[in-house]
């Protein structure tokens, strides 16, 4: 496991000695391999998960006339998380780092989309910029997470990557077109084809336990938006945003979304390259 912390290689020392007379064929071979995959991602997905749990329980059990508001319990909750995270050894500091960047970026947008009324929170609490309550922050930094946390769970590597400084500009535009549509121009559909072409020949290598996953790394992108988005249909059902569609009762969020996700998907790989940049397989390094 790659930079794994110090509780991750005792988490992954102990698997292995569970595992290691595990079958290498057959179905059962097949069922311990994705057991792992399934346990590798939710391992992935903790920071994104406890957020998630806090802001339903917040919904159902959080009292309205509390002496503190619900959105200045969610933040404090979400600092409180992301401390865990720390502590417990489930992120290094250098991962810190770039998920504190993902939160920056996302709070920014989130000033500007609240602004211009693309989405609304409840105006109550007093940790908050604006209208925008602080624990926003957190949930793009669940985002960022997830991504640093799976690259060395699975050990990623790639082939045929595009040039960093390619994918640098192409993630600057679509992060500018977030905020530039709203007065000009949409170019998010010239912007996905973009995407399509930039990343159609990349191959992800995701090793499980004893295989390694061969996955297009579009395909990868897509499947994360979609999770986002039934998470994001969580957040919404729980009251903590709304679209302006939902302000008179909740529905589904709209699946045009799910466009949106995806570009921001290629943000946070590009953010995250730069803290691990993609590398070509050691075992395909050893054969060339």
């Known amino acids: 496991m790659q ?3 110090s509780l991750e290689r005792r988490i992954d020392a102990a698997a292995h000695r569970l595992l290691r007379d595990a079958p290498a064929g057959g179905i059962r071979a097949f069922l311990v391999e994705f057991a792992v995959f399934v346990l590798k991602q939710a391992w992935a997905c903790i920071f994104g998960a406890a957020l998630l749990v806090v802001i339903v329980a917040a ?4 009292p309205d ?6 959105n200045d319990a969610l933040t404090i909750a979400a600092v409180l998380i992301q401390v865990a995270m720390l502590v417990f050894r489930l992120e290094s500091g250098r ?3 770039v998920i504190l960047l993902f939160h920056v970026t996302g709070t920014v947008m989130e000033l500007f989309k609240t602004d211009v009324g693309s989405w609304a929170y409840a105006a109550d609490g007093i940790l908050r910029i604006g209208g925008v309550p602080l ?11 997830y991504m640093v946390r799976v690259y060395r769970l699975f050990d990623l590597g790639f082939t045929r990557y595009p040039r960093r400084w390619v994918t640098a500009i192409v993630a600057a535009a679509i992060y500018v077109n977030f905020f530039a549509h709203h007065y000009w121009w949409d170019a998010r559909w010239v912007l996905l084809v973009g995407v399509l072409v930039l990343w159609l020949p990349t191959v992800m290598h995701a090793r499980v ?6 996955i297009p790394l579009l395909l990868a992108f897509a499947g994360v938006a979609v999770f986002i988005y039934f998470a ?3 957040g919404t059902l729980a009251g903590a945003w709304a679209y302006p569609d939902q302000v008179d009762g909740w529905q589904p969020v709209s699946p045009s979304k799910l466009v949106s996700w995806f570009l921001l998907m290629i943000i946070s790989v ?7 940049p993609p590398k070509v397989p050691a075992r395909l390094r050893a054969g060339r």
């Open 95 to 97: 991962e810190l780092w």
């Open 59 to 62: 919904r159902l059990w959080y």
């Open 65 to 70: 006339d509390a002496l503190v508001a619900r």
């Open 209 to 214: 336990w004893r295989r390694t996953l061969r």
């Open 270 to 276: 590009v953010l995250v390259t730069w803290v691990y």
């Open 232 to 234: 994001e249909n969580i």
């Open 135 to 145: 624990f926003s922050g957190f949930m793009y930094a669940a985002v960022g997470s």
């Open 3 to 5: 930079r794994a912390t």
